[in-house]
């Protein structure tokens, strides 16, 4: 029993120790590449846009100095509205990162610009703030879990038809074919993609009868604001129904929403 | 009655038999824990570590604590139910300290790069395969020290008494 108990003893200590000297060694290493040589390093994220999504690019390099591979590692994003709630995850998978070797990727996180819009379009008219959270995770020496990230980075975003006001429609003047009013729209566009779209003016008589439509297209680039007088010549189509009065209802019509958007209806005559 | 009152320790017997008991459980305590306590009070290592160092001081103090105790108590049986308790205590410790095997270390003021402005760093470690090593030698160790106690207990009874004479 003596001598069993002695080897058992031996045992637990030579096994203790050499675990022990492996945490602080793989702790330490890790440690060493991440804070003194920034061995795992986030960029600057970039915004792009391309056919109706928002792209968030972010670089991350890793640079494995340290003395174990760096294995299973997921590269996971997620971007929240100021609620809180989800808007658009991405995730990438990588292997292995040998020691002693390096990457540089680009983790891409997209959004679908007209499906956001269409689901909250208070985002149309006023500016608000994105929240992302970037996190690393992955398994060092096979043994011990990492997780690294930043999270809350603000992302600004800027409404494309800030301020949106609709004015100065006044008398109209009935040519036999056309009926021409000015209107002013004002918004500034404080998003990052231009405002390319139509405002389209549709006429109907005192008994709701369709007359004719007119419509005036806009381009108002990225970060300026559009508030010119235009004019608007509506072609009668039923110019026989014209009669003097009746209502205009007013939709304005963008490239990137699926569906028109109704600013509502005035009287005239 | 004789023999009883011959067996009456003398001051120096007292001494020779207290006297190493005191010496080891200082140089015990020392190395199970009152080193490292007097090396981190005496430098500023604190302000270098990224953890907070109130759980580790406390499992210092606990281990130091025991040895000292265990060292005087040697020859007895309450060496080993105490060396029975503080390993068990320690396992209950190390999973509590590492809530689970999940440590979050607030390293923030260690980066070197600015962070963007609200964000906030994240630096988790999962130790949970180590962690669970390490309870798994403590279980062993558990046993070993059972088996001494068991040990110590039959060595004990094995030893021949000398009952007090009838009046």
Redesign the interface.
């Known amino acids: 029993m003596r001598q069993s108990i002695r080897a058992l003893s031996w045992t637990i200590t030579i096994s203790s120790l050499l675990v022990f000297a492996f945490f602080v060694t793989a702790v330490h290493s890790l440690s060493q590449t991440i804070l003194t040589e920034q061995g795992i390093q986030l960029g600057d994220h970039q915004i792009g846009y391309s056919d109706d999504s928002m792209t968030l690019s972010m670089p991350i390099s890793i640079n494995n100095t340290s003395y174990f591979d760096i294995t299973q590692i997921q590269l996971s994003s997620t971007l929240n509205n100021y609620y809180g709630q989800e808007l658009s995850t991405a995730t990438q998978l990588i292997e292995t990162i040998e020691m002693g070797t390096n990457i540089h990727i680009a983790h891409n996180l997209s959004l679908n610009v007209p499906m956001l819009l269409s689901s909250a379009t208070v985002l149309l008219f006023e500016d608000t703030e994105f929240t992302v959270d970037v996190l690393v995770d992955f398994k060092y020496a096979s043994a011990l879990g990492f997780q690294i990230g930043l999270v809350n980075m603000s992302v600004p975003w800027g409404a494309p038809l800030y301020g949106l006001n609709f004015s100065g429609i006044g008398s109209f003047q009935f040519n036999g074919t056309h009926l021409v009013t000015n209107c002013t729209v004002e918004f500034e566009n404080h998003s990052f993609l231009d405002v390319n779209g139509t405002v389209q003016l549709t006429a109907y008589n005192h008994l709701d009868e369709y007359l004719g439509v007119g419509i005036h297209e806009f381009n108002v680039a990225s970060h300026s604001q559009l508030d010119a007088p235009f004019e608007v010549a509506l072609l009668m189509e039923y110019p026989f129904a014209y009669s003097g009065s009746g209502t205009i209802k007013i939709t304005l019509d963008l490239d990137f929403l699926d569906y028109p958007h109704n600013l509502g209806s005035i009287t005239y005559g | 009655m004789a023999d009883c009152i011959n067996d009456e320790k003398t001051l120096i017997d007292w001494v020779k038999l207290v006297l190493p008991r005191i010496m080891r459980s200082i140089v015990g305590g020392f190395i199970m824990g009152g080193g490292v306590l007097l090396f981190l009070h005496l430098t500023d290592i604190k302000s270098f570590l990224?953890l907070e160092l109130s759980g580790l001081t406390t499992l210092l103090y606990i281990s130091m604590g025991f040895e000292i105790v265990i060292q005087l108590l040697s020859y007895t049986i309450f060496q080993h139910v105490l060396r029975l308790a503080r390993t068990f205590l320690f396992m209950v410790l190390l999973v509590l300290e590492t809530s689970g095997g999940i440590i979050n270390l607030p390293?923030e003021s260690?980066?070197?790069?600015p962070?963007?402005?609200?964000?906030?760093?994240?630096?988790?470690?999962?130790?949970?395969?180590?962690l669970g090593?390490?309870i798994l030698?403590s279980t062993?160790?558990l046993?070993?020290n059972l088996?001494?106690t068991i040990?110590f207990a039959v060595k004990q009874a094995e030893k021949p008494r000398t009952l007090p004479a009838f009046k």
């Open positions: 990224p390293l260690f980066l070197t790069l962070l963007p402005s609200n964000a906030n760093f994240v630096f988790n470690i999962d130790v949970t395969v180590v090593i390490f030698l062993l160790n046993a070993k088996l001494q040990q």
